[in-house]
């Protein structure tokens, strides 16, 4: 269809072509409008002229647009990454600053507080008696608490020094071990390490089996405390061990039954049996004259040990009968030396009393020695002789003074020792027949053999049967549980699936939330009506008018009377 003159082509799906050229169209992504099937061409341009061949130099400068246009993304993109970084650099630094912050935001929370209750206590028109009382009794409570925080912070410190030296005392001993390992030979150290393996790999084990017996145990608790309250389940695990019983029964007579086979088979197994009886009782016989042995070798040492006691105690009565004589002289001595002390005291004050006649005798001879001019040289040798008798024997009596003190001190020491050593010799009889009765019982019960087979074969036989017990117990309880969780399950999910469930949880978020704005509003309110409390103004300014009107009603009586 021919076009009229002077029109232009209509723009093609590229849109508008401005005549600068390809490189200099500017292209702006707000120009396609997106509709439900797509995008839909630019809108066409109305005036001048436009490009009528869409060709490679085109679509080349679109390409171009678009490359700068990532471009400038990815460079902004660049720079928000790196002020992204700049901002998790600084974000330990702002976290001690906020950190720093929150302590004094606690320090104005408190004084804010301690404001706030000074302001209602001057809206109350509280006494200042009041609030001095309170101040001392919260004084003395922060007394009281210091007081025990010194005595906790005290006794965490002891606590802390007793753990470090028990921690001392560890490494100490570690280091003795490691010592005692080292100096092992290689073969020891490579037991102990396999041992020390096995034993952490044991201990684990240990844990774990703990840690699933303790969850059993709890499991079997709810469970009986479930079946104790309902009537039904006790009878269910009843007839479950009933029937848990009969099948083990029906099952050991059905493998009888396989068991049992032709005469000769039989004749066979019984001969088979009877020479494993034959042979199992040999060998306990050997063990038991192994044992037999034993127990004369035991016989002999306790003999041995008796006779040894008994020659000991010999040597032990010798000494103890001299010791016994020791302490009989002791005793006589302690008991006679008042008697000796007296007669010595006696002796030596009558000495004294001698010697003091003797020099007084002396004294007077020598009075006389000076009166007369002339004495005989014999005299005066017997008087010397006489003296020196006299002082010999006091000599000797203070020497028998000092001698029986050191004695009776000496034998006080040996009294002492006696005791202690016949203290030490009870003790050791007392620890020694002791040991002997216990040895007699053990021998005694080790003699019973057949008891001590007789009660590991019955203990065995009780263990048996409360583990059989036990996993039939177990089986049932398994089997209710696996009843039980399906159950739960199921009505889980019926009420999850139910919608009158859904709607009360989500009342129920709504009823938190209301209640939340309601506290908030409380609050809130509670705040303006303490802000808006005009009443202890009111009473102030009610006062102030009443003394104004006094102080004018008192000059206005003044002035009127001058």
């Not at 290689?186 to 790999?201: D, G, H, I, R, S």
């Not at 469970?223 to 009843?238: D, N, R, T, Y």
């Not at 009889?429 to 019982?441: A, E, G, P, V």
């Not at 059989?468 to 089986?475: A, E, G, K, P, W």
């Amino acid at each position: 269809m021919p076009m009229p003159p002077g029109t232009a082509r209509p723009g093609s799906r590229g849109g508008p072509i401005g005549t600068g050229g390809v490189l200099s169209s500017q292209i702006k992504v707000a120009d396609r409008p997106v509709t439900q099937q797509g995008l839909t061409g630019m809108k066409t341009g109305m005036k001048g002229p436009q490009r009528q061949i869409l060709d490679k130099s085109y679509y080349l400068g679109l390409l171009r647009s678009k490359i700068s246009e990532l471009t400038t993304e990815v460079n902004k993109l660049q720079k928000e990454i790196e002020m992204y970084n700049q901002e998790n650099s600084v974000y330990l630094s702002y976290e001690k600053r906020a950190e720093t912050l929150a302590v004094e935001i606690k320090e104005f929370q408190g004084q804010l507080a301690d404001y706030n209750m000074l302001v209602d206590k001057l809206n109350t028109n509280t006494e200042m008696e009041e609030v001095m009382n309170d101040y001392n009794m919260l004084k003395a409570q922060n007394d009281r608490e210091t007081q025990s925080m010194d005595v906790i912070f005290t006794e965490r410190q002891a606590k802390e020094k007793q753990m470090r030296s028990v921690e001392e005392e560890i490494e100490q001993e570690k280091q003795a071990a490691d010592d005692i390992i080292k100096n092992m030979s290689l073969e020891n150290q490579v037991k102990y390490l396999e041992m020390k393996a096995t034993n952490e790999k044991l201990l684990q084990e240990l844990d774990t089996l703990q840690q699933q017996l303790d969850s059993q145990n709890m499991k079997k608790e709810s469970m009986e405390a479930e079946i104790a309250h309902s009537q039904v389940k006790q009878e269910a695990v009843l007839l479950h061990e009933k029937l848990y019983e009969l099948e083990s029964h029906r099952d050991q007579m059905i493998a009888e039954d396989k068991s049992i086979g032709s005469p000769m088979e039989e004749r066979e197994k019984l001969l088979k049996q009877v020479k494993d009886d034959n042979q199992e009782i040999a060998s306990m016989e050997r063990q038991l004259t192994d044992i037999k042995e034993k127990i004369n070798q035991f016989n002999e040492e306790i003999r041995q040990l008796d006779m040894d006691l008994e020659e000991h105690q010999g040597e032990m009565n010798q000494k103890y009968k001299e010791l016994k004589k020791r302490e009989e002289n002791m005793d006589t001595f302690i008991e006679t030396f008042e008697e000796t002390k007296n007669q010595e005291l006696e002796r030596k004050a009558q000495i004294e009393a001698n010697i003091v006649s003797l020099l007084e005798h002396c004294s007077r001879n020598i009075n006389r020695m000076k009166q007369i001019s002339s004495i005989t040289n014999q005299e005066l040798k017997m008087m010397q002789d006489d003296l020196n008798f006299k002082s010999t024997e006091v000599q000797k009596s203070q020497s028998t003074a000092r001698n029986l003190t050191s004695d009776s001190q000496r034998l006080q020491l040996d009294l002492q020792k006696m005791e202690l050593l016949e203290s030490k010799m009870t003790e050791e009889q007392h620890s020694l027949k002791s040991k002997i009765k216990q040895m007699t019982t053990d021998l005694e019960t080790y003699n019973d053999l057949p008891a001590l087979k007789s009660s590991g074969e019955e203990k065995k036989k009780k263990l048996h049967q409360e583990r059989m017990i036990l996993s039939t117990r177990r089986n049932a309880f398994k089997k209710i549980m696996e009843k039980l969780n399906i159950e739960h399950e199921a009505l889980k999910t019926q009420l999850q699936e139910n919608e009158t469930h859904s709607q009360l949880t989500n009342l129920e978020r709504k009823w938190q939330h209301h209640e939340q704005n309601n506290f908030v509003m409380k609050e809130f309110i509670a705040t303006k009506s303490q802000e808006s409390d005009y009443r202890p103004i009111m009473k102030n300014v009610t006062k102030q008018i009443a003394e104004y009107n006094k102080t004018i009603v008192d000059a206005l009586h003044s002035t009127s009377g001058n």
